[in-house]
């Protein structure tokens, strides 16, 4: 199963969005459905699943900056809007999804949240002025465009030989341990920002990385880029936001993964899972 959040089913329509009249167009369209959050997370709809309503109905309860333009799925198009209240768990209603639909919810969340941080120029604090369906906002006052931010994230299976090291962070499930992982800094590379992760929480030292896989992570909004690394042996030193860090033989990441993690979040919710499978079928 691929992992959730990737494989959308939207075409983004960047070529289009720009025309004020084409998005126009998409919300006189019957077949365009609004999906309808608050707080970044999917309200109810009448059967429990995430709430889709038609683009007169958000219209008359859309908070700032109204309807934003998500993409077409089939030709049909996607909105999402910040209505008031009492939304579902947004990781629980991720899971359950169907994937094309939790590709949809994590853009929806990632736009609306940058939206709701963008709201005023981060230049000079005018009002933005939205524009290409609200994938773009301008400022009228200083001029300076902004765009939706994703913020790349270095993800990693840290191992030498037959073990791997794996972190655990305060208040995480008792028994709980994961691939590390943090964000990518100016001036690096993806290799770089992944030795200099490793070797910030545990201080080994990474000697080879090779990328796996990437997933979207809208929370609110980062690229989790997956690597399998290799480190110099040594003792890991729990630092930087971990509480620990320790090695974890075949046999010990085999039950963390088939008993603790399966208890977390099941195996296509994260890209962390995926570089532990890799690795164990290495
Ligand atoms: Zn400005």
């Not at 209505?83 to 939790?102: H, I, K």
């Not at 994961?178 to 030795?195: K, S």
């Not at 033989?249 to 099941?266: G, I």
């Amino acid at each position: 199963m691929d992992l959730t959040f990737t494989r959308s089913p939207l075409d983004h329509a960047g070529l289009f969005r720009g025309d004020p009249d084409w998005i126009d167009g998409l919300m006189a369209d019957p077949s365009a459905r609004v999906l309808a959050l608050s707080g970044g997370a999917p309200l109810p709809g009448p059967d429990g699943a995430p709430l889709a309503l038609t683009v007169p109905e958000a219209q008359a309860r859309a908070l700032p900056p109204g309807l934003v333009f998500l993409g077409l799925e089939d030709g049909a198009p996607w909105f999402a809007a910040t209505v008031e209240g009492e939304a579902l768990d947004f990781r629980r209603a991720a899971m359950t999804a169907p994937p094309g639909l939790a590709a949809i919810m994590g853009r929806a969340r990632s736009m609306l949240m940058w939206h709701g941080r963008r709201r005023f120029c981060s230049n000079c604090g005018a009002e933005n002025t939205v524009r290409d369906g609200g994938a773009r906002l301008v400022c009228p006052s200083c001029g300076m465009e902004h765009f939706p931010r994703t913020d790349p994230s270095v993800i990693m299976l840290a191992h030498h030989g037959d073990r791997a090291v794996l972190g655990r962070q305060p208040g995480w499930p008792e028994g709980m341990y994961a691939t590390l992982a943090g964000f990518m800094e100016p001036g690096e590379t993806i290799e770089e920002a992944c030795a200099r992760e490793v070797f910030e929480e545990t201080g080994l030292r990474v000697t080879a990385a090779r990328y796996v896989a990437s997933q979207p992570w809208p929370f609110p909004s980062s690229l989790m880029i997956g690597l399998i690394a290799e480190v110099a042996d040594g003792a890991p030193v729990a630092r930087d936001d971990l509480e620990d860090a320790r090695w974890f033989t075949r046999a010990e990441t085999r039950v963390l993964y088939e008993d603790v993690m399966a208890r977390w979040a099941p195996p296509h919710f994260s890209v962390s899972r995926l570089l532990i499978e890799t690795w164990l079928k290495m």
